[in-house]
């Protein structure tokens, strides 16, 4: 069975918690990678991996000594992640509300990329104000916070915890098609 087909049928048992029904294309994983810069990353960590289309590019561009940690609250997502079996990855079957802890446990009190798939238009406010407001402080200054969603609901949002420092891109080719925020830490 594909990848996609395998993805489509945990969408229609979680559609809450996945809000789509096919993983990201290769077009969109690549955009969301656009300006990363790999050389200078030690920690990256993945929000939402799902089953690995975002992932596995991040992996294939990650430093020799850099760690990539994931964060998958999906039973069988978080099995095919483990499954990819891949030295720098961690795979953490956890809630992105538990970001700090869960990476404190690790040892790592900052990072420099997070690149996150999450749903937040269904996530909860309260909890999806907290994810967000935790990847802030967790980020390094001049860290990034990527994330992509079909619309721009989420922009004031952003707005409130990154202020002015968010770029804004879209992917055309993506189904569906995708806009990608990029959001800045500045202190
Ligand atoms: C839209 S899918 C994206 C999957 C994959 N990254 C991609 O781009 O194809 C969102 C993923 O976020 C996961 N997810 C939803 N809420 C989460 C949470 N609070 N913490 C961690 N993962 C979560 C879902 O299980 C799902 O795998």
């Known amino acids: 069975m594909s990848n996609r087909i395998k993805f489509f049928k945990e969408a ?5 918690t996945l809000g789509t029904v ?3 294309s290769r077009f969109l994983s690549k955009r969301m990678l656009k300006g990363v810069n790999f050389l200078k990353a030690d920690v990256i960590v993945e929000l939402g991996g799902g089953n690995g289309a975002i992932t596995k590019y991040i992996l294939e ?3 020799p ?3 990539l940690v994931c964060f998958e609250i999906n039973d069988n997502f978080y099995t095919q992640l483990h499954a990819l079996n891949h030295p720098q990855l961690i795979v953490l079957k956890a809630s992105a509300e538990n ?20 749903p937040l238009t269904i996530i909860p ?17 001049n860290g990034t916070f990527i994330q992509y969603q079909y ?4 922009f004031k949002k952003l707005k ?9 891109e879209f992917e055309p080719l993506n189904i569906p098609p995708a806009f990608i925020y990029r959001c800045k830490k500045v202190e």
């Open 22 to 24: 096919t993983p990201s």
């Open 12 to 16: 229609l048992k979680n559609i809450k």
């Open 61 to 63: 561009n990650l430093s």
């Open 151 to 154: 619309s721009l609901s989420y």
């Open 65 to 67: 000594n850099a760690t």
């Open 99 to 118: 970001i700090i802890i869960e990476l404190q446990k690790l040892n790592f009190t900052k990072v420099d990329y997070i690149i996150s798939s999450l």
């Open 125 to 141: 406010d309260e909890i999806s104000d907290k994810i967000l407001k935790k990847a802030f402080k967790i980020l390094v200054n």
């Open 160 to 168: 409130k915890v990154f202020k002015e420092s968010i770029s804004l």
